[in-house]
């Protein structure tokens, strides 16, 4: 089946340093792929999506590539803000269907 | 963006009683809505595909008895925990596809079930 590697948490940075979150995936099929946020207290929501190959997502300043020849689709921002902190899922779907992977918990300090 | 959302946002309830919980789309149609449960600091667990008109498809492992749920319409599907227990104490949520062809999910806000 469908499987999600993410970097495990939690990760703790400074205010304006620079993040990364790895994720690798296994999926049948050509996924599409999604990176959700989820702030304390709140439902999750779409940070950013990439459909195909070589596809760039951006959205508040956070980047991912769709890398098809290594499965990855790791999570980048190059100066982070108390703001960011949350917890952040890397997410294949095919179809309709997403498979989530573990939940990367980033705290910004100031 | 469309919009999801769920209720009620926390309850709490005896054991051996159920309980129901409804997810809604509000400004869109969804023949299909997603039901997750998600442990603390943990990932989202799919528990099962809710189809409008049609029975529910259940992930492996997830007791259908116990989880019973039913799409009655295009706008509301309900997930029903059936005599709940305190390890069915979890945060649960709903998820819906948008109309696009990116497979983009819209999520409720989720709804926390504590069984004591």
């Known amino acids: 089946g469908d499987s999600v590697t993410q970097m495990e948490g939690p990760v703790t940075l400074s205010e304006e340093a620079f993040l990364t979150i790895n994720c690798t995936y296994t999926a049948t099929g050509y996924p599409s792929l999604f990176w959700y946020v989820q702030y304390p207290g709140e439902g999750l929501q779409l940070l950013l999506k990439?459909?195909?190959?070589?596809d760039k997502g951006s959205n508040k300043g956070f980047e991912a590539t769709y890398r098809k020849e290594t499965t990855s689709f790791h999570l980048e921002k190059g100066s982070v803000q108390v703001s960011d902190s949350a917890v952040y899922f890397c997410?294949?779907?095919?179809?309709?269907?997403?498979?989530f992977g573990e939940g990367t918990q980033l705290t910004v300090n100031p | 963006g469309a919009v999801v959302s769920q209720h009620p946002s926390r309850v709490i309830c005896k054991s051996g009683t159920s309980v129901k919980i409804e997810c809604r789309s509000l400004d869109f149609q969804a023949t299909t809505m997603f039901w997750y449960r998600q442990f603390p600091k943990q990932s989202l667990m799919l528990m099962a595909t809710s189809n409008e008109g049609s029975k529910a498809t259940y992930e492996q492992g997830v007791e259908k008895d116990k989880f019973l749920i039913n799409h009655a319409s295009l706008t509301l599907s309900t997930l029903t925990v059936t005599s709940a227990h305190p390890e069915d104490s979890s945060f649960y949520i709903c998820?819906?596809?948008?109309?696009?062809?990116?497979?983009?999910?819209?999520f409720g806000p989720g709804t926390r079930l504590t069984v004591l």
């Open positions: 997410a294949p779907g095919v179809g309709s269907r997403l498979t």
């Open positions: 998820s819906a596809p948008g109309q696009g062809s990116y497979n983009e999910q819209f």
């Open positions: 990439a459909t195909k190959a070589d």
